[in-house]
């Protein structure tokens, strides 16, 4: 390879040309920014390899479905259990089995950015996704764990085709016209579930970004209606919005201490 300035060789990283013949030739280049080209290479592409290896450790249960003939492998999560206000959120989705997006992992582990590219780009590739929305009036009326079973099922109901099995983080889901899996950490362990808990919390976040608009106090926006310090604070000066859970217990506190407060 001829002699080359820093530019063109970083525009030959930068575009994937550089052969790896080439790099062992340069690693004997005394100039400063020829090192530092070679070695941001190295951790990019160690940074890679990991991704990859974290990919298939994810990609394991998937893997050993396909084996059996299982080509439609579902996952299925959900978002919003634990908050005191706005809707609880459950995505199931079926993904090719070339599927391949590198850095997939609980949502709650990527940054906004990162979980809005996945979004899309899960809805584009899937095979088929569901996604259910029930409110705080519903929670309450039939309690958490049985919304979000509910929230589960309706999920599920929307893919067309059906799976062959389904992944469940954390919740048995029965009967179901397919066989289940309940994984612990679910989003962590599988592509597929890790996937979904992205549609379900990044549709949940944006319901919880549109209900600040109306009550930018509370700062929903966020705390996505969780109980951190200022929203407690805020709930107890200013009291309830439409999208509190009523069977929740410090909002129960709220109107308790404000009928106190009436007599």
């Keep these: 390879m001829q002699k080359k300035s820093i530019l063109e060789l970083k525009q030959l990283f930068d575009q ?10 340069l690693r004997s280049d005394k100039r400063k920014g020829v090192q530092k080209l070679i070695k941001s290479y190295e951790k990019r592409r160690q940074q890679e390899e990991a991704l990859e290896k974290k990919f298939m450790e994810m990609s394991l249960y998937e893997r050993q479905n396909y084996a059996k003939g ?9 978002a ?23 850095g997939l992992n609980d949502s709650k582990q990527l940054t906004k950015t990162k ?21 705080n ?31 469940i983080d954390a919740v048995e889901l029965s009967p179901l016209p397919c066989t289940t ?12 579930v890790a996937a979904a808990s992205i549609l379900a919390k990044v549709t949940r976040d944006r319901i919880m970004e549109n209900i600040h ?25 200013n009291g309830l919005t439409p999208y509190h859970r009523i069977s929740y217990a410090p909002v129960r506190q709220v109107i308790s201490e404000s009928k106190s407060m009436g007599e």
Excluded: C
């Design 181 to 192: 899996e309940v994984l612990i950490k679910g989003d962590q362990k599988s592509i597929t």
């Design 80 to 102: 919003g259990r634990g908050p005191l206000a706005g809707p609880v959120v459950a995505a199931a989705v079926i993904l090719p089995p070339n599927f391949k997006l590198l």
């Design 137 to 167: 009036q519903k929670i309450d009326q039939m309690n958490i764990f049985e919304a979000t079973k509910y929230a589960m099922f309706d999920a599920f109901q929307q893919l067309k085709p059906k799976p062959n099995h389904l992944l």
């Design 115 to 135: 979980r809005d590219m996945f979004f899309n780009t899960i809805k584009e590739q899937a095979i088929s996704y569901g996604i259910s929305i029930i409110d």
């Design 16 to 25: 994937g040309e550089m052969k790896e013949e080439w790099i062992e030739v």
């Design 213 to 237: 608009k109306e009550y930018p106090a509370y700062e929903f926006s966020s705390n996505m209606g969780y109980g951190t310090k200022h929203h407690l604070k805020i709930l107890f000066e």
């Design 70 to 78: 299982n080509t439609l492998v579902a996952g299925i999560d959900e």
